[in-house]
């Protein structure tokens, strides 16, 4: 009896504390581009066991931010860029706004895939969420309508900076559910790269109930990204890369997923009007072992969105996974000409076609 006293007691305690959200506080000033300042990185030192001492954090990965997106509050976003062959004189044809996925960064999401964009043509940016890379604080759920308010935001500044170039967002995995909850219908596409879509709606009652008291009862406790047996994509460099990087989170909060799945239920319900009001081009990996791909199926055929690019030799990652450069060209494809079918659409719409009920 004393023990379960003691649980219980234990268990009032965690859910005290949790679930936590930082959300952007109130504004200061006005949001603006300026000049990256490196805070120091978040690394953890190897203990010095043999009196040797720790050894230097590595590098993260990707281009070094040039510039931090400063959000009304005062948040600064590191903002990394590639731009075009022939450097900053160079006229860009597309504005790309790349938004990166859970527990991962800007440098990292596009360490293949940017330099393959901007060959193209395109200046590609991609910051860093609250919460995550090099932000500050890291590994704290922000918030899905702070998230969408800062997307939303560097869009703008980077619109302003680029006037008359036609707008494209570019959201992977959690990004992708970012850019749904935009409701953006001022761009010229949307690409969605394997995005986030496994809401409460496609979840059985008991992954419900535990999704609850894992986000009220455990908020605090942490755990690794990935699972046992679950990979996310089959470039093993990349896979090495997210183990290596200082920028990444090595561990992720139980309230953290509870909000993920929070933003994923807004995407979800964007996807109907999001898919036909702007031309918008959702590419999922046959392999995707992190949004199962019967889960997305199941979801883009119920709001019956017309175009789904299928990738039968793809995983989670498409823009690092080995058919990156075939996804980067569908990519640019699909930018040239936004109203044209890129070649693996046929392969998704015969997919979606064959969804169990």
Same mark, same amino acid.
């Given at each position: 009896?004393?023990?379960?006293?003691?649980?219980?007691?234990?268990?009032?305690?965690?859910?005290?504390?949790s679930?936590?959200?930082?959300?952007?506080?109130p504004?200061?000033?006005?949001?603006?581009?300026?000049?990256?300042?490196?805070p120091?990185?978040?690394?953890?030192?190897?203990?010095?066991?043999a009196?040797?001492?720790?050894?230097?954090?590595?590098?993260?990965?990707?281009?070094?931010?040039?510039?931090?997106?400063?959000?009304?509050?005062?948040?600064?976003?590191?903002?990394?860029?590639?731009?075009?062959?022939?450097?900053?004189?160079?006229?860009?044809?597309f504005?790309?706004?790349?938004?990166?996925?859970?527990?991962?960064?800007?440098?990292?999401?596009?360490? #293949?895939?940017g330099?393959?964009?901007a060959?193209?043509?395109?200046v590609?940016y991609?910051y860093?969420?609250?919460?995550?890379g090099w932000?500050?604080?890291?590994?704290?759920?922000?918030?899905?309508?702070?998230?969408?308010?800062?997307?939303?935001?560097?869009?703008?500044l980077?619109?302003?900076?680029?006037?008359?170039v036609?707008?494209?967002?570019?959201? #992977?995995?959690?990004?992708?559910?970012?850019?749904?909850?935009?409701?953006?219908t001022?761009?010229a596409?949307?690409?969605?790269?394997?995005p986030a879509?496994?809401?409460?709606?496609?979840m059985?009652?008991v992954?419900?109930?535990?999704?609850?008291?894992?986000?009220?009862?455990?908020?605090?406790v942490?755990l690794p990204?990935?699972?046992?047996?679950?990979s996310?994509?089959?470039?093993r460099?990349?896979?090495?890369?997210?183990?290596?990087?200082?920028?990444?989170l090595?561990?992720?909060?139980?309230?953290?997923?509870?909000g993920l799945v929070?933003?994923?239920?807004?995407a979800?319900?964007?996807?109907?009007t999001?898919?036909?009001t702007?031309?918008?081009?959702?590419?999922?990996g046959?392999?995707?072992?992190v949004?199962?791909?019967?889960?997305?199926?199941?979801?883009?055929?119920?709001?019956?969105?017309?175009r789904?690019?299928?990738?039968? #030799?793809?995983?989670?990652?498409?823009?690092?996974?080995?058919?990156?450069?075939?996804?980067?060209?569908?990519?640019?494809?699909?930018?040239?000409?936004?109203?044209?079918?890129?070649p693996?659409?046929?392969?998704?719409?015969?997919?979606?076609?064959?969804?169990?009920?």
């Amino acid at each position: 009896m004393k023990l379960l006293a003691a649980l219980f007691l234990a268990l009032l305690s965690l859910a005290g504390c949790s679930p936590v959200v930082v959300p952007a506080g109130p504004p200061v000033r006005e949001a603006g581009i300026e000049p990256f300042v490196a805070p120091p990185l978040p690394w953890m030192p190897v203990p010095a066991w043999a009196f040797a001492p720790s050894p230097p954090p590595p590098e993260p990965t990707g281009p070094r931010p040039e510039s931090m997106l400063v959000m009304p509050d005062g948040a600064r976003l590191p903002l990394r860029v590639w731009r075009p062959p022939g450097g900053d004189g160079a006229a860009p044809r597309f504005l790309v706004l790349a938004i990166h996925g859970l527990a991962d960064h800007g440098g990292n999401m596009l360490m #293949e895939g940017g330099p393959m964009l901007a060959a193209g043509g395109a200046v590609v940016y991609a910051y860093d969420q609250r919460g995550f890379g090099w932000t500050s604080p890291r590994g704290y759920w922000a918030g899905a309508e702070t998230m969408v308010n800062d997307a939303n935001t560097a869009l703008d500044l980077l619109r302003a900076r680029h006037p008359g170039v036609p707008v494209f967002l570019l959201g #992977e995995s959690m990004g992708g559910a970012v850019v749904l909850a935009m409701r953006r219908t001022d761009v010229a596409g949307i690409i969605l790269s394997s995005p986030a879509l496994w809401g409460r709606a496609y979840m059985p009652s008991v992954l419900r109930g535990l999704l609850w008291t894992a986000g009220h009862v455990l908020g605090p406790v942490a755990l690794p990204p990935s699972a046992p047996n679950i990979s996310a994509t089959d470039n093993r460099e990349a896979l090495l890369r997210f183990g290596r990087d200082p920028l990444t989170l090595r561990d992720v909060r139980f309230d953290m997923v509870k909000g993920l799945v929070d933003l994923m239920d807004q995407a979800i319900a964007a996807l109907p009007t999001c898919c036909r009001t702007v031309p918008t081009l959702v590419m999922v990996g046959g392999n995707d072992q992190v949004v199962p791909t019967p889960i997305a199926r199941r979801a883009l055929r119920d709001a019956q969105v017309p175009r789904v690019a299928l990738y039968r #030799e793809g995983w989670h990652l498409l823009l690092r996974d080995g058919v990156r450069a075939e996804v980067a060209r569908d990519i640019l494809a699909f930018m040239n000409a936004p109203d044209r079918p890129t070649p693996r659409e046929a392969d998704g719409a015969a997919w979606i076609a064959r969804t169990p009920p």
